[in-house]
């Protein structure tokens, strides 16, 4: 049985990481994973009501995480409907490039950690078309987005998914997390922008906007709401755990609630034709539902490798072969550049009790910051990799030569200054 579930798990994984060859989503291929790992572990197993229980216990802690993204991304999407992140093009004004390249680094690294760097990597990239116009600059500058998404998403608990992973699965607290993982992730952003603002160095001289489109917005004052009361919903989520001690999720849905009655009174006098896509209607149906579903199928192919012994066997033969958590740590990290993060973690998770390792040891300390910020080393190493890829079109062997040392020296760097503050600190 475990031998069958494995191999379904490592052709599943294939199917994943080929996704774009085979042109096979890889939401299918996750799902798919996931359901035929708890068929074999059904079929195998004589006691069905202890695999139902399984089951039901899993898909309770898959569902939180599902619905805080659902949230997450509905509140974003309205946000983005509304123009609210004219505001922050607003406010950059400057024609100096290394100016522009920290602003641009400063502003992903902490947009990324109120939101998450999926968003703020689609938000900034579209932000440099407006400020940028030598394409091969852009894709340096959008190099450094991923970069500086990444790390700013990985010292916040709604900032990466991996992050959110461990704090809603109790291995971290809010203030602890970001107390501690904030500087080596500030470290891994500003190497690569130091060493790309000496590279660009100068003037680029006046640049040009294009023409602003044009909303459907009546008011200014509606963006400003919006995007104010829609940050402040999903800054709102740490609080609102540590106040009820209820999960995150529940935070997020009361968050997305709220706005969403207060974009309902903002446009009351409208028709539904007229609201288009300024209505929480709309941004739930564009929403990227293949994702959330991916993470479903990945999350569950995860916990049946965690029922069936699967990881605990595979903690145990790193243990041994490793020995140094530190270092399996960091290959965590480096893994995670060339497959998806979501499942190393997930896998990390399940791996790793929390007898051994309890709530805030520097190991999910560590693991989060690794995870968050090794996948910035390839351009198919993270979602924001992969969205800016998308939307630049950069091609993988141009970020190879490019941007993957400067994340490298980044990554490396930041995990340096963790385990330095975790020796003197």
């Known amino acids: 049985m475990v031998l069958f579930i494995t191999i379904i798990f490592i052709l599943g994984y294939v199917a994943i990481t080929l996704e774009h060859p085979l042109q096979i989503n890889k939401a299918a291929s996750a799902i798919l994973t996931g359901v035929l790992c708890w068929t074999i572990y059904a ?19 898959v569902a939180g995480i599902l619905f805080f993204l659902l949230g997450a991304m509905t509140i974003v999407e309205l946000i983005d409907a509304h123009d609210g992140f004219e ?31 999926l968003t703020t990597t689609i938000v900034m990239v579209s ?10 600059d852009r894709w340096l500058l959008a190099g450094l987005v991923i970069i500086s998404a990444n790390a700013g998403g990985a010292w916040s ?12 699965g109790g291995q971290v607290t809010t ?28 003037k680029q001289g006046e640049i040009s906007r294009p023409e602003r489109k044009t909303q459907t917005i009546s008011k200014s004052k509606d963006r400003n709401i919006v995007f104010f009361l829609g940050v402040g919903a999903l800054l709102f989520v740490p609080v609102f755990k540590t106040i009820t001690h209820l999960p995150p999720f529940m935070g997020m849905l009361f968050g997305l609630s709220v706005l969403w009655v207060v974009t309902e009174i903002i446009h009351s006098e409208k028709d539904e034709a007229e609201k288009g896509v300024l209505s929480v209607n709309h941004a739930l149906r564009k929403i990227d539902t293949p994702s959330v579903l991916f993470f479903l199928g ?33 290959l965590i990290g480096f893994f995670s550049s060339i497959v998806d993060n979501v499942p190393l973690v997930a896998a990390a998770q399940g791996m790793y009790s929390m007898q051994v390792y309890p709530t805030d040891h520097y190991f999910w300390e560590f693991l989060a910051y ?5 996948g910035s080393c390839l351009i198919i190493g993270s979602a924001a990799g992969v969205a800016a890829m998308g939307l630049e079109k950069i091609e993988f062997f141009w970020y190879l030569k490019r941007i993957s040392i400067l994340a490298l020296l980044g990554y490396l760097a930041g995990a340096a200054t963790y385990l330095l503050q975790k020796q003197f600190v």
């Not at 079929?43 to 802690?61: A, M, Q, R």
């Not at 991996?162 to 809603?168: A, Y």
Request: proline residues 2%; charged residues 15%; neutral net charge.
């Open 43 to 61: 079929f195998f197993t004589s006691d069905s009501h202890h695999v139902n229980d399984h089951l039901t216990g899993h898909l309770g802690n």
């Open 87 to 117: 505001i922050i093009i607003d406010k950059i004004q400057t024609t100096n490039i290394v100016k522009l390249i920290w602003s641009i680094s400063i502003i992903t690294f902490f947009l990324s950690a109120a939101l998450d760097n």
């Open 127 to 136: 932000l440099l078309r407006k400020l940028v116009d030598r394409k091969k």
């Open 157 to 168: 608990p709604i900032g990466d998914v991996t992050t959110t992973m461990l704090w809603i």
């Open 175 to 202: 203030w602890n997390i970001m107390i501690k993982t904030f500087l080596p992730s500030l470290v891994c952003m500003a190497i690569p922008t130091a060493i790309i603002a000496w590279q660009m160095k100068g």
């Open 298 to 330: 990945i999350l569950l192919s995860i916990a049946a490798l965690e029922v069936t012994g699967v990881l605990t066997d595979a903690a145990s033969w790193m243990d041994n072969t490793v020995g140094n958590i530190n270092i399996i740590t960091m």
């Open 370 to 374: 690794c995870a968050g910020t090794g």
